[in-house]
């Protein structure tokens, strides 16, 4: 009998913002992802400039090509398929008074296909790509008109796909706005810390606030949907450097910083821990009067969270790294990717059980995955073994932590089809299981192929996650 649950959800996971492309087809409007020729982590434009390459416009036009798509995830046998709605596909400007029916429509059409192949839609409601209107007119999230206008849209998500999606997460890694700040508000990341650091928990709060709404909303509109938010965790799988006192404290203080999302979303409030920073950088949150009520009241149900990496800290050495998460110092017992992130399926089990003993409550490991070169052979062929190895590895150490009593719902890829990396808009940092012919000057025929490493999630999920365990 398998160690993985009944009913566990395998599948995979891509965003719509690095995928779709068709970036202004049917009435779509650009979005802060439209205007980063190099990932959020690069430049950013204050608007689209003509003749200037941005590898999300095109992307791998999965908008035109998901149904030959989802057949290579049914053929690896996934259950479940996590997407994101692109929210300038529905509102373009943010603040239309009726939505874009032909942007519904092709979500219609996605979410149908999905199931049809036997595939559980797992949808981000907003995934780095606020429209580019809202960021403009009010600094993003910073600004509290954005509250109501996601309502209106989830709104409108909630009554099209209540019956036919039924596990949502409202935000993608809201805790990187203080990595990737840009991915959420429009922050001045070059001014005063205490301003800055200001900026950034105005925005997270603002969201916490949409995030309640949407909650509430569900409740009163699809009551057997599941509602819950997804953060970054690669952010919290944090060690000390070293034994000395102060690297040890510092460590447990980042990952505190981690966690202050999902307590106040979870938990229903704001940690002390959270008060004594906003006190030390010299500042209040704007707050309407019901806000701490409505967080309060209507809590998320599970956590979605990705994870990648673990890092260390040490006193006194920078921390964060140029396309967000946390860099530190390098482990020395760890191996590392192209990219520099250290590989560390230990990490992976930490973390599950952190979030079992902090919240107990349901947990998706929505993101998980190896980024890394891929070359093609003269015979065609694609052989990852490294990728495989890191899958086999990670599957590994979550059935581990489902022994420990973690309550592990399910489990996505990230990318299990090559997409445009988000920090960094390249697509040489490859994900897939499947390889998309197009490199990171936008040339290529987009052709798809598998990769060896296709088989191997194909017979982990065959097996229910049993094959990778030694008998």
């Not at 995928?19 to 779509?28: F, L, P």
């Not at 035109?64 to 989802?70: A, E, I, K, S, T």
């Not at 760890?334 to 902090?358: A, Y």
Request: charged share 20%; with cysteine; aromatic share 12%.
């Amino acid at each position: 009998m398998s160690v993985f649950p009944k009913g566990f959800l395998w599948g995979g996971a891509i965003a719509a913002n690095q995928a779709e492309g068709a970036w202004q087809t049917d009435g779509k409007g650009p979005s802060i992802s439209d205007v980063t020729p190099h990932g959020l982590g690069g430049e950013i434009d204050k608007k689209p400039i003509p003749g200037k390459y941005y590898p999300n416009h095109e992307a791998i036009d999965f908008y035109h090509r998901y149904q030959g798509d989802l057949q290579y995830m049914q053929e690896m046998g996934f259950n479940c398929f996590r997407t994101s709605i692109a929210w300038s596909r529905i509102f373009p400007d943010g603040e239309e008074a009726e939505p874009n029916e032909a942007g519904l429509k092709y979500y219609d059409d996605l979410f149908t296909t999905m199931h049809k192949l036997g595939m559980e839609p797992v949808v981000t409601i907003s995934h780095y790509e606020t429209p580019l209107a809202l960021h403009d007119k009010y600094g993003g999230w910073t600004d509290r008109h954005l509250i109501d206008l996601y309502e209106k849209y989830c709104r409108v998500l909630f009554t099209r796909y209540g019956k036919t999606v039924h596990y949502w997460m409202t935000f993608n890694e809201m805790n990187n706005t203080h990595t990737i700040p840009f991915a959420a508000a429009a922050i001045d990341v070059t001014g005063d810390v205490d301003h800055k650091t200001q900026q950034m928990y105005q925005a997270e709060h603002n969201m916490y606030v949409a995030n309640a709404k949407a909650v509430r909303l569900a409740k009163q509109l699809m009551p057997d949907a599941h509602m819950g938010i997804m953060l970054s965790l690669s952010q919290a799988a944090v060690y000390p450097a070293t034994p000395a006192p102060k690297d040890v404290f510092g460590a447990m203080q980042l990952q505190r910083r981690t966690f202050i999302s999902a307590d106040v979303q979870l938990r229903g409030e704001y940690p002390g821990y959270a008060k004594r920073i906003f006190k030390e950088h010299h500042f209040e949150l704007e707050m309407g009067p019901d806000d701490l009520q409505l967080i309060h009241d209507y809590p998320s149900e599970y956590l979605g969270f990705s994870y990648y990496r673990s890092s260390t800290y040490a006193d006194g050495t920078p921390i964060y790294g140029d396309t967000g998460g946390v860099v530190g110092r390098p482990n020395p017992y760890l191996k590392s990717t192209d990219w520099g992130w250290q590989i560390d399926p230990l990490g992976l089990r930490w973390i599950c059980n952190l979030v079992q003993d902090r919240y107990n409550c349901p947990m998706f490991i929505v993101e998980n995955g190896l980024g890394m070169k891929d070359t093609v052979n003269a015979d065609g062929n694609i052989h990852d073994p490294e990728r495989a190895d890191y899958l086999k590895q990670h599957v590994q150490a979550i059935g581990e932590a489902i022994k420990d009593g973690c309550n592990i719902i399910g489990y996505t890829w990230w990318g299990p089809i090559d997409i445009v990396s988000a920090g960094t808009g390249q697509m040489s940092k490859r994900y897939g299981f499947v390889y998309v012919d197009r490199d990171d000057e936008g040339h290529g025929t987009l052709a798809r192929s598998k990769k060896d490493s296709f088989e191997t999630y194909k017979q982990i999920i065959a097996s229910n996650g049993e094959c990778v365990f030694d008998k």
